[in-house]
């Protein structure tokens, strides 16, 4: 599970993220620039410690670097989610209290996303018949079941 990002470390991978394509440490100075004082080799020094951290990939450009994200901002957000749940000692507990804090909207994006992981709904029949099995029924092994004696009626 990935530490959360530092402050910095967060402006830099923001960048990184929103431009979505592999960028120099100029740029990233240059846009940080407009909202703050920051030395270059400080955004190298960043950019360089986010890839040893595995957050940034580098191909050398003569002798500058370009920095690619590993991963999107959606994943490390996932990421962080998941282990504070994960370190909950009641994880059903702690998802009712983290959709107390939601926006309506959020709660409009999770039912969207738990829809998405879902996938389409399938239509049940409104009234199955008594030999109808279920779509996920697992293969039967053996010979099949008697009637009969399924419905308790003894085979005789």
């Known amino acids: ?12 991978m923001s960048r990184v993220w929103k431009w979505n394509r592999p960028v120099t440490v100029r740029e ?7 909202e703050r004082s920051i030395a ?29 994200a590993v991963s999107t901002r959606a994943a490390y957000a996932a990421a962080l989610m998941n ?12 998802l009712v209290a983290f959709f107390g804090m939601m926006s309506e909207e959020q709660r409009r994006s999770l ?4 829809r ?3 996938g389409p709904e399938t239509l049940e029949p409104t009234e199955p018949s008594e030999s109808a099995e279920p779509e996920h029924a697992e293969p039967r092994e ?13 085979g005789r």
């Open 1 to 12: 599970m990935p530490r959360p990002l530092g402050e910095l470390e967060d402006a830099v």
């Open 28 to 34: 990233v100075l240059e846009d940080l620039q407009k």
């Open 40 to 68: 270059y080799t400080t955004v190298m020094t960043v950019l360089d410690n986010l890839h040893q951290k595995g957050w940034v990939r580098r191909e050398a450009e003569g002798r500058a670097y370009r920095y690619e």
């Open 83 to 94: 282990d504070a749940w994960s370190q909950s000692d009641n994880p059903a507990a702690a």
């Open 111 to 114: 039912s969207d996303a738990v």
């Open 116 to 118: 998405i992981v879902q």
């Open 142 to 154: 053996g010979p099949p079941e008697n009637p009969a004696s399924a419905r308790g009626h003894g």
